[in-house]
């Protein structure tokens, strides 16, 4: 059985898409075979926080900063999606506070545990 040239390119074709897709995935910081959940915090200021920032607990890194987005004009609160590990269970009075990274300056997102309630 011999496979013509349309259908190799065809399969070609394919194949780059989908390495395309995978690639432009992990170049933003995404896994896309990675089960995770979101979180949404609402800060007044988020003093340089950027998408693909790290997410700690203890200087360990479970997550990122998966969007950010003006909430509200007037009062200027912003909406910060956090997207975590699903392993990881967090409770109904953890905090995540913006604090520096390096001494460079770059920022992330510190979740500080507390007990309460799983959500």
Do not use: C, H, W
Not at 20 to 33: A, R
Not at 44 to 62: D, R
């Amino acid at each position: 059985m011999k496979i013509s040239n349309e259908v190799k390119i065809g399969l070609l074709g394919l194949v780059a898409i989908f390495l395309m897709f995978f690639g432009f995935n992990y170049l933003k910081g995404k896994n896309v075979l990675r089960n995770t959940k979101s979180y949404f915090v609402k800060y007044p200021n988020v003093n340089g926080l950027t998408v693909g920032n790290p997410l700690t607990i203890n200087g360990f890194v479970i997550g990122n900063v998966k969007n950010i987005q003006l909430l509200d004009y007037d009062q200027g609160k912003i909406l910060v999606e956090l997207e975590l590990q699903k392993e990881i269970a967090l409770s109904e009075n953890a905090t995540a506070s913006i604090v520096e990274n390096d001494i460079l300056g770059s920022k992330s997102v510190k979740i500080e545990l507390r007990k309460g309630k799983s959500i």
